[in-house]
């Protein structure tokens, strides 16, 4: 049974940062491309940034230059550091490693 457990979210001020964790089971995680998406309330969900299985990263225009995804295969984990954080940043994030989903981490920035 495949899980993907987040954490790391939270409630943070502008400017301030934050480092989300997924740790993945059940899946052969090493092979596969991981994500980071997120939905705010009443829009669509949207890419963050993405790695592959060889570490090679894309990073949303929104985010560029702010936020990092990187992965330990050693430990299964996919992480989204989140630096210089905005209020349009506040919505549900969501990992995804190969065609498996976590349940979602709020995070929410205060201005």
């Known amino acids: 049974q495949v899980q993907l457990v987040e954490s790391g979210g939270g409630l943070v001020q502008a400017g301030g940062s934050l480092r989300l964790s997924c740790a993945a089971s059940g899946i052969s995680f090493s092979i596969n491309t991981a994500g980071w998406f997120r939905q705010a309330p009443g829009k669509q969900r949207d890419l963050v940034a993405v790695?592959?299985?060889?570490?090679?990263?894309n990073v949303g225009d929104s985010v560029k230059g702010r936020f990092t995804i990187s992965r330990d295969n050693a430990k299964n984990t996919v992480y989204l550091q989140m630096d210089s954080l905005k209020s349009e940043d506040t919505a549900v994030y969501y990992c995804?490693?190969?065609?498996?989903w976590g349940q979602g981490t709020q995070v929410t920035v205060s201005s």
């Open positions: 995804c490693v190969g065609s498996y």
């Open positions: 790695i592959s299985s060889g570490g090679s990263t």
